[in-house]
């Protein structure tokens, strides 16, 4: 295939995940800003959002304050950021449009729906009530969108590069949301400071839809060393780090299968799910946590960049 | 102005032969059924995704054509007509650009203006002594013809660079098999829905000698901002047959090759639905991004054939338009089938008086226009715009054509306050093979919407129509 066209399918598949995942953080905020200080503590969440949507420089030279107004807006609306929620249907719909022929109607017919449906949201989300229903709508398209490519496409490499982009993003918005949380996740040694911290962890585990699947898993009381477990290491978790790379590892091998070679993508995302498969929590905590996500960003990203040299341009 | 003819209705009203059924059927249907099949006609256009963009117009906005659901018919003598001056047409266009860009027999002859030629912007000079696969130039020609009487057909325009609406064509058809499955029963209606496969085996046809046996073609699209894109991508789709912008191509060692997952491709025949000018930014228009560097040092290697070549433009340009009838003479020595509209050369001096003097009565076009834009109809037009044309006119005569306004002939067409008649053309589309000439049957044909209107441009307020041609 062309390979314009496999680009344009993972950016596509890649916008549309973003979306839903700023969705997820905007939801989550709201829901942490709602509880009395006591219970979250005195840190501005929505300038935490800001940072975890990755994005601080261009919020910061745009706007006074990280409120409540100001940051929905940037992230869900704001024509200037290039990764607001709107950016991102229309990026991921111009990149439809470019491959139209590639796209089952299914697939089309979300994502232009979406994006019509966008048109009807002038510039601002009045009340709790209005974004509320606009971050649900959102986190609804990027089902029916998701679920259109899993249900209609034929399982070629038109697929699989749907997929990467879609892995390649979760990846790093996990890894994100680690990144600026970890110090709420790092193993307690002080005398246990009371529960101020629960309603963060909830707050994570949420923003990857992952409370109920929690308690599924460990059976106890949210522990933050077990949150950081499922997050990276549980390959059950589907949008746990570990659970990204084998899905990367087994579409870059299926593009392999077919084209007859492998390449310096499959090696490096071999090479990370390797790590991820071998390492152990507590071993991630001595090394340091940080710096841990720090490297999987990194690594992520070079991935990125090495799918994007072999097949893409 | 005389009256126009009428394709459904003899002067006293009855229906003509290839007409009756319809007129039967137009006579007894409900008006609000025909409004109810028309809506949901627009609601399948709408959720197809059929648009076009126009140019001008605040972002790249996207908008319907406007369709009409009563089809325009031909009978099988009256398109066998049409077909036999369509091949006559095309063989002798492609005769004639052979000769214009090798020996130029026709302008030692004396037949044609040389200056009209070498001074015309769209001759290529790049073209001159190359040779094209085949010898053909013009692969896919889309004439646009307009009907005056029962006999006479004449050629409003020949369309030979990178004639567009044949996606209208076939989705014109689908639709009416859908909404109007019993007036088909009533019908024996000759189908288009193989012009795909015509127009594929043309291309493949027309393949370098150093092509494979089985060779790749693709077609080349300026982008998704351009007018036609979605008949691009609605022909790449139906040819199965990669739609390719001008970054997925790039030339190595005088071959051209496509960016894919695996590796470089090499392409043989593009389909090209880019202007000469945005071709090749080494040999033509340096600032064009759309192109594909060194393409034409390909093409002059003999790599790659550009489905239509390039430099057609000389073949359909205005101003040699009206010299139509002597290259079909000359290349052909036959009488031409289809007859051209009568003409005045405004760069001659008798002929420029006279426009002058009429510009009332006449249609006057810019030799270099088209979609209707830049021109003046002047029983439509007010005191002061034909003052204003005249001057312009008068400041560079060399630029217009002068034409008798039309009586186009009209078909029934439902408006506001029912079915009324309305004036239409025809564009056909002419395939030519290495084999063969391949013409489906009918063609677009495009209808002005507005009571009197001669436009006919989907640009200017047109709509579309499905062209029943019977077997009989």
């Not at chain 1, 890649?14 to 009395?36: K, Q, S």
């Not at chain 1, 420089?57 to 409120?67: M, R, V």
């Not at chain 1, 089309?108 to 510039?123: H, T």
Request: hydrophobic share 40%; with cysteine.
């Amino acid at each position: 295939m062309l390979s314009r066209t496999a680009d344009s399918l993972f950016w596509l598949s890649r916008y549309v995940e973003r979306a839903e995942y700023l969705a997820r953080i905007l939801e989550g905020t709201m829901r942490l800003t709602t509880l009395p200080l006591a219970y979250v503590g005195t840190t501005n969440e929505w300038k935490t959002a800001v940072a975890t949507a990755g994005n601080v420089n261009l919020f910061e030279a745009n706007y006074a304050e990280a409120n409540e107004e100001n940051v929905v807006h940037f992230l869900a609306l704001s024509a200037e950021n290039p990764s607001s929620i709107r950016n991102c249907f229309e990026t991921a719909r111009a990149n439809a449009r470019a491959v139209r022929t590639a796209l089952t109607a299914e697939m089309w017919e979300a994502i232009n729906g979406a994006w019509l449906e966008l048109q009807r949201y002038g510039n601002g989300l009045g009340t709790r009530e209005e974004i509320t229903r606009f971050l649900r709508w959102v986190q609804e398209t990027s089902l029916r969108f998701d679920g259109s490519a899993y249900r209609t496409m034929l399982r070629n490499d038109s697929y699989w590069f749907t997929r990467l982009g879609l892995y390649v993003e979760r990846a790093d918005n996990t890894a994100r949301i680690l990144d600026v949380k970890y110090h709420l996740l790092l193993p307690n040694l002080e005398p246990v400071g009371g529960s101020l911290d629960y309603f963060q962890w909830a707050a994570i585990l949420r923003s990857v839809s992952a409370l109920t699947a929690y308690h599924w898993v460990y059976r106890e009381k949210v522990q933050p060393w077990l949150i950081a477990d499922l997050l990276i290491l549980n390959p059950q978790m589907p949008r746990s780090l570990a659970s990204c790379y084998e899905n990367l590892v087994r579409y870059l091998d299926e593009i392999a299968g077919i084209y007859g070679r492998q390449g310096p993508a499959q090696r490096h995302a071999r090479a990370i799910y390797t790590r991820l498969e071998s390492s152990r929590m507590e071993e991630i905590f001595q090394h340091g946590l940080h710096e841990f996500i720090n490297e999987f960003i990194a690594d992520n990203n070079n991935l990125g960049a090495a799918i994007s040299q072999q097949y893409l341009m | 102005m005389t009256i126009a003819f009428n394709e459904m209705k003899e002067l006293d009203g009855r229906p003509r032969p290839a007409y009756a059924e319809l007129s039967a059927w137009l006579a007894q249907v409900p008006p609000d059924v025909l409004e109810f099949r028309r809506q949901e006609a627009e609601l399948l256009f709408r959720r197809i995704g059929i648009t076009f963009a126009v140019y001008g117009e605040a972002e790249a906005q996207e908008r319907l054509i406007p369709f009409d659901v009563i089809p325009r018919i031909l009978s099988a003598a009256e398109w066998n007509l049409v077909r036999r001056g369509l091949e006559q047409r095309v063989k002798a266009i492609n005769q004639y650009l052979k000769d214009i860009y090798t020996g130029r027999d026709i302008l030692k002859a004396g037949v044609i203006p040389e200056d009209l030629v070498f001074q015309n912007p769209v001759f290529r000079p790049e073209m001159n002594g190359q040779k094209v696969p085949h010898d053909i130039y013009v692969h896919i020609a889309g004439i646009d013809i307009v009907r005056i009487d029962a006999d006479t057909f004449y050629v409003l325009e020949d369309n030979t660079r990178t004639p567009s609406g044949v996606s209208y064509m076939l989705e014109n058809r689908e639709i009416m098999l859908r909404l109007f499955p019993e007036l088909f029963s009533r019908h024996h209606v000759a189908p288009v829905e193989n012009y795909p496969d015509e127009l594929l085996a043309t291309l493949n046809s027309v393949a370098p000698h150093t092509a494979a046996t089985d060779p790749t073609v693709v077609l080349l699209t300026p982008g998704v901002y351009n007018s036609a894109y979605y008949e691009h991508s609605f022909l790449a789709d139906k040819l199965g047959v990669e739609l390719v912008e001008g970054r997925d191509l790039f030339v190595k060692g005088e071959f051209v090759y496509m960016r894919t997952t695996e590796g470089p491709k090499r392409v043989d025949v593009i389909y090209r639905r880019i202007d000469d000018d945005f071709l090749d930014p080494l040999a033509f228009r340096p600032d064009s991004t759309l192109g594909v560097p060194g393409l034409m040092s390909a093409y002059q290697a003999g790599n790659i054939t550009l489905a239509n070549a390039v430099g057609t433009g000389i073949s359909d340009d205005k101003a040699i338009y009206s010299y139509m009838p002597q290259i079909v003479k000359f290349y052909l020595a036959e009488e031409p089938i289809l007859k051209n509209v009568p003409t005045w050369r405004c760069r001659e001096k008798e002929h420029l008086s006279y426009v002058s003097d009429h510009l009332a009565e006449l249609v006057v076009k810019e030799v270099h226009g088209s979609g209707g834009y830049g021109m003046l109809i002047g029983p439509a037009a007010s005191t002061t715009q034909i003052a204003e044309f005249r001057a312009k006119l008068k400041s560079n005569p060399k630029n217009f054509v002068a034409q008798p306004t039309l009586a186009l002939s009209t078909c029934p067409t439902c408006v506001d306050a029912g079915v009324a008649p309305r004036h239409v053309d025809l564009r056909p589309f002419v395939l030519t093979g290495r084999d063969r000439i391949r013409i489906v049957p009918g063609g677009l044909t495009r209808v002005a919407l507005k009571a009197g209107s001669l436009v006919v441009n989907s640009s200017q307020g047109g709509g579309t129509k499905d062209t029943w041609v019977l077997d009989h």
